[in-house]
C-alpha cells in the first residue's frame, strides 16, 4: 500500500535489517512512505507472530515503531533536503537512540496493522517520531522513536 | 544458563508467545530465572537479526527487555507467593503495560546477550522492571518494563 518506501532506496550495504532490510529475506521487509505530511508503514504480522493465541507480541510491535521510526526520520531529511523516495537519490540512514511504547490494547491477529508517524525535529541530526499503531481503525499502541543519523563508524564496519 | 525458568511452567494456553513460549517452535524461546536477587536471562541472536552487518537489529533487544521484564515480574510475585519455578506451581502471568529502551551501544553479532533484571513493585498488580543488557560485560541497552497482571479477558480468548 505504499508505492514509494524510503526503505527501497537504502544503500545495498544498509539493506539487511530484520526489520526493514529489503534484502533480509528472514526479516519483516517494513516499508515506510509518506501519506500527506504523515509517515506510515502496514504489515500484516505471520500467525507465529503470537502473544497468547489470537494476539500480536509485543515484539513485533516495538519492532515495526521502531523501523517505521527511522525510516520515518529518513523520509523527513530527505525532504527537507530536497529529495523524494522516488528521486532515487541516496537518503540519510538514521539509528535509533531510544524506544518508547504504551500498549494501549491487545492487538488482534490476522489483521494489517499501520503504523502512522509524525516527525518534530529536535536537533539538525537528531528527530523525534511520534507513532500510533492502528488494527482495524483502534490504536493499540503508541511509541516515540529518538532517531539519530547514523554515525560513520557504523558505516565503516 | 538458566536451570529452572519461569517460562516452563507456564500454562499451555500461555506458552505460544513468540519471544518467549517454549511452544512456539519459531520464535526466540526466551528463559527467564533468578541469579541471586536479579533476574537473567540469555539469548544469541540468529544471523538473520541483524541490523547492519554485524550488528543486532533493535526488535530483538525490544523483544528480549519485553519477555525478559514479563518473566521477572512473574518470578517476583510467584516468590512473593512462597513459590519458585521448580515446585511446578503455575505461575502468574503479566501483560506488558510500557516498554522503554535506551540503546547505549552497537550490539555486536555472535555473542550470547545477557539481560539482567531488577523488579520493583509499584502496586499489588503492576511491577517496574529494569532492565540492563549485556554483551561481552558491556551494556548495549537499557529498559525498564511496566508489567500488570494479566486480565482475565486476555484469559477468556
Given at each position: 500500500m505504499i508505492k514509494h518506501a524510503i526503505q527501497d532506496v537504502y544503500p545495498e550495504d544498509l539493506a539487511h535489517c530484520y526489520g526493514c532490510g529489503r534484502l533480509n529475506e528472514s526479516g519483516h521487509q517494513f516499508r515506510t512512505g509518506w501519506e500527506g505530511n504523515q509517515t506510515a508503514t502496514y504489515y500484516k504480522p505471520e500467525a507465529e507472530h503470537t502473544a497468547i493465541p489470537g494476539f500480536v507480541y509485543g515484539g513485533l510491535l516495538a519492532s515495526l515503531i521502531d523501523c517505521h521510526g527511522t525510516g520515518s526520520a529518513s523520509l523527513?531529511?530527505?525532504?527537507?533536503?530536497?529529495?523524494?523516495?522516488?528521486?532515487?537519490?541516496?537518503?540519510?540512514?538514521?539509528?535509533?537512540?531510544?524506544?518508547?511504547?504504551?500498549?494501549?490494547?491487545?492487538?488482534?491477529?490476522?489483521?494489517?496493522?499501520?503504523?502512522?508517524?509524525?516527525?518534530?525535529?529536535?536537533?539538525?541530526?537528531?528527530?523525534?517520531?511520534?507513532?500510533?499503531?492502528?488494527?482495524?481503525?483502534?490504536?493499540?499502541?503508541?511509541?516515540?522513536?529518538?532517531?539519530?543519523?547514523?554515525?560513520?563508524?557504523f558505516k565503516a564496519k
Open positions: 523527513f531529511l530527505h525532504r527537507k533536503n530536497g529529495h523524494e523516495p522516488e528521486d532515487g537519490v541516496e537518503p540519510p540512514r538514521f539509528v535509533t537512540a531510544s524506544l518508547e511504547i504504551k500498549f494501549t490494547k491487545p492487538t488482534p491477529q490476522n489483521e494489517t496493522l499501520k503504523a502512522v508517524g509524525t516527525v518534530e525535529e529536535i536537533h539538525p541530526k537528531k528527530f523525534k517520531i511520534h507513532t500510533e499503531v492502528y488494527a482495524h481503525d483502534e490504536v493499540v499502541a503508541a511509541g516515540v522513536v529518538v532517531a539519530a543519523v547514523m554515525p560513520d563508524t
